[in-house]
């Protein structure tokens, strides 16, 4: 079994920062790609990052010069540094990540920006 834990969700300012993390365990041998994914209410989920094993990571255009997306392989870990937070930011957050050519999902941690 598999599991992705996120945390580091809350509320916060317009402009504020906040560091999502999402931790994987389970059996694990090595991960591939992993990624951020979003979904505001009434609204698909939308990728916000991704970042290959190696470290090469993508942005959405709508976070690009804002959040900053990585991952420590050696603790099965990525994070989301997300500054210069927007209202339209609010959304639960999704971890996600490709082990063994499968797929798997956090529950998701919420992120409130407010005006």
């Known amino acids: 079994q598999v599991q992705l834990v996120e945390s580091g969700g809350g509320l916060v300012q317009s402009g504020g920062s906040l560091m999502l993390s999402c931790a994987a365990s389970g059996n694990i041998f090595s991960i591939n790609t992993m990624a951020w994914y979003r979904q505001a209410p009434g609204k698909q989920r939308e990728l916000v990052a991704g970042?290959?094993?190696?470290?090469?990571?993508n942005y959405a255009d709508s976070v690009k010069g804002r959040f900053t997306i990585s991952r420590d392989n050696a603790k099965n870990t990525m994070y989301l540094q997300m500054n210069s937070l927007k209202p339209e930011d609010s959304a639960v957050y999704y971890c996600?990540?490709?082990?063994?050519?499968?797929?798997?999902w956090g529950q998701g941690t919420q992120v409130t920006v407010s005006s």
């Open positions: 996600n990540a490709n082990i063994r050519y499968q797929y798997y």
């Open positions: 970042i290959t094993s190696g470290g090469t990571p």
